[in-house]
């Protein structure tokens, strides 16, 4: 069987063994969102997850995949905007006291 890519030949590997030790830490990071919805009852980390840059608005508002909010942020498939008006809820955002000139 022949692999076009690194990734490609992981995902065979993984879909035909999975119940060895993976790292699923790294792997919920770097493989592609689609594959990882197609084996939702695999460990991946939600959070690590959430990092992964081939997760999209697209997925997030489709509810294929909840995140953790923490983990989206790193995301940089998910802009700014969308984190403000999708994740951050108003009534979260907190007004800082900023007091010049105290330290």
Same mark, same amino acid.
């Given at each position: $069987?022949? /692999?076009?890519?690194?990734?490609?030949?992981? $995902? *065979?590997? +993984?879909? @035909?063994?999975?119940?060895?030790?993976?790292?699923? $830490?790294?792997?919920? /990071?770097?493989?592609?969102?689609? /594959? +990882?919805?197609?084996?939702?009852?695999?460990?991946?980390?939600?959070?690590?997850?959430? $990092? =992964?840059?081939?997760?999209?608005?697209?997925?997030? !508002? !489709?509810?294929?995949?909840?995140?953790?909010? !923490?983990?989206?942020?790193?995301?940089?498939? +998910?802009? *700014?905007?969308?984190?403000?008006? =999708? +994740?951050?809820?108003?009534?979260?955002?907190? @007004?800082?006291?900023?007091?010049?000139?105290?330290?």
């Amino acid at each position: $069987m022949e /692999f076009d890519n690194v990734v490609d030949r992981l $995902m *065979f590997l +993984i879909e @035909t063994y999975p119940k060895l030790e993976w790292d699923w $830490m790294h792997l919920s /990071f770097i493989l592609p969102i689609e /594959f +990882i919805l197609k084996y939702p009852d695999f460990p991946w980390k939600k959070r690590a997850v959430s $990092m =992964n840059n081939s997760l999209t608005e697209d997925h997030i !508002n !489709n509810n294929l995949f909840v995140p953790d909010i !923490n983990g989206l942020c790193y995301n940089q498939s +998910i802009s *700014f905007d969308f984190y403000l008006k =999708n +994740i951050i809820k108003p009534s979260q955002i907190t @007004t800082i006291p900023w007091e010049e000139g105290k330290r």
